[in-house]
């Protein structure tokens, strides 16, 4: 049945058809521009804004979005040079931030410049690895030890299964095995090249997991039980890791501790101890760091990656010392920051650009990817510190933050 856009609104205020059927009748653009139009009779609210982009709807609509009625803009700014010795990254980069919180981006600018003229950050990628954890149920918590038994015996089959439903996903290992009771978690954990892999591990796994039902009495109530553990704070994660896990580090020199970031190694040392260590035992924090969701947060909204995933990025540790030469040695360690290249996000087309600017757009690029993200939470964690050090966090949030 064709229709016209004015017959498809007619029919969605009547209610004869819903939002998601719009794509039925009409093209992608037309069909987010009529759905736009019901949301504003019916809201009262008129969509200007919103009515303005640039990206191709009908590819968003197969692969990224549902019930579409445009698109929203975040300001974009830019950090850099920032001078990374990775073993993948290796040079100067500029850095694209999607932010509305002022003084952001102006305060990892000061970082990577802090960073560059003590001769770069050095990033190492430590861990690479995703993961699903389904819950199983069986009879009796002596049905569950046999169970995990079976799984540990069996680990050549089910890594086939999986396999075979993916041509970059390879499992590496199911561990831990968990019991509860008599629910079994067992952790599947693959490699998945240059995607984020949470969807290709999904997939995974279910077929894995047909052998395991047909051969044994237990029953999958959940492809995930979160032992992933998958958008969510868990220590399981910041022992274990998931996605990339990346230290970056800088000895930075006295002298420019002094001058550019207008404190000491002392203060920085001790603000770390007091705020990160200590303030966020008593917190229960399962991260000591100071802020690494403003950079993870920022670059992931700039590049197309699964913004959920910031609340994983965000763990973390960071250390302070002053060293023998009264210099001061910072790191950061990222255990948990699922990241991709290629799928999902990536493909729209301002994601697209954003990564070209690093260098890091496309296959064989996501390492690198990881070792320049681990960079910049290298810089705003110290400029941070730095700033809190030199009493001058809320001046700073003053000038840039309220205009």
Not at 66 to 75: F, K, L, T
Not at 99 to 116: D, F, H, K, M, Y
Not at 319 to 330: C, I, T
Not at 360 to 379: C, R
């Amino acid at each position: 049945m064709k229709m016209n856009e004015k017959e498809v609104l007619k029919k969605l205020l009547k209610g004869e058809i819903k939002l998601y059927e719009v794509d039925k009748y009409l093209s992608a653009d037309k069909a987010t521009k009529v759905r736009r139009k019901f949301i504003e009779e019916v809201t009262g609210t008129k969509l200007e804004h919103v009515s303005k982009y640039t990206i191709d709807m009908e590819n968003a609509l197969r692969k990224n979005i549902e019930n579409s009625i445009g698109a929203v803009q975040i300001p974009l700014g830019v950090a850099g040079p920032l001078k990374i010795n990775g073993e993948y990254a290796k040079g100067e980069f500029y850095v694209p931030l999607a932010t509305s919180e002022g003084a952001l981006v102006a305060s990892i600018n000061r970082g990577c410049s802090a960073i560059t003229e003590s001769g770069g950050a050095k990033t190492r990628i430590i861990g690479d690895k995703m993961t699903r954890a389904p819950v199983i149920k069986t009879k009796s918590v002596v049905e569950a030890v046999k169970l995990k038994k079976w799984i540990e015996d069996n680990f050549d089959r089910l890594k086939a299964a999986a396999e075979s439903t993916t041509r970059h996903g390879k499992l590496i290992k199911i561990d831990p095995i968990l019991i509860v009771g008599n629910y079994v978690f067992p952790r599947f954990v693959f490699t998945t090249g240059d995607s984020m892999g949470m969807n290709m591990v999904t997939i995974a796994t279910e077929e894995a997991l047909k052998i395991l039902e047909n051969e044994t009495n237990a029953h999958v109530v959940s492809l995930s039980g979160n032992v992933c553990t998958d958008k969510k704070p868990a220590a399981i994660n910041l022992i274990e890791g998931r996605g990339k896990s990346v230290v970056a580090e800088v000895t930075v020199p006295r002298d420019i501790v002094k001058n550019k970031l207008k404190t000491t190694p002392k203060s920085i040392v001790e603000v770390n101890m007091a705020k990160n260590f200590v303030g966020s035992a008593i917190a229960g924090s399962m991260g000591f760091n100071a802020h690494y969701a403003n950079m993870i947060g920022a670059l992931f909204l700039a590049t197309g990656q699964d913004e959920a995933q910031i609340v994983e990025g965000s763990l973390g540790i960071t250390v302070a010392e002053e060293n023998e030469d009264g210099d001061l040695y910072f790191s950061v360690t990222l255990p948990d920051v699922p990241l991709a290249t290629v799928g999902g996000g990536t493909g729209l087309e301002t994601a697209q650009e954003c990564l070209s600017i690093m260098g890091v757009k496309g296959s064989n690029k996501v390492q690198k990817f990881a070792e320049i993200m681990a960079g910049v939470v290298l810089a705003g964690e110290l400029s941070l510190m730095a700033a809190l050090g030199a009493g001058h966090l809320a001046r700073a949030h003053k000038e840039l933050g309220r205009g």
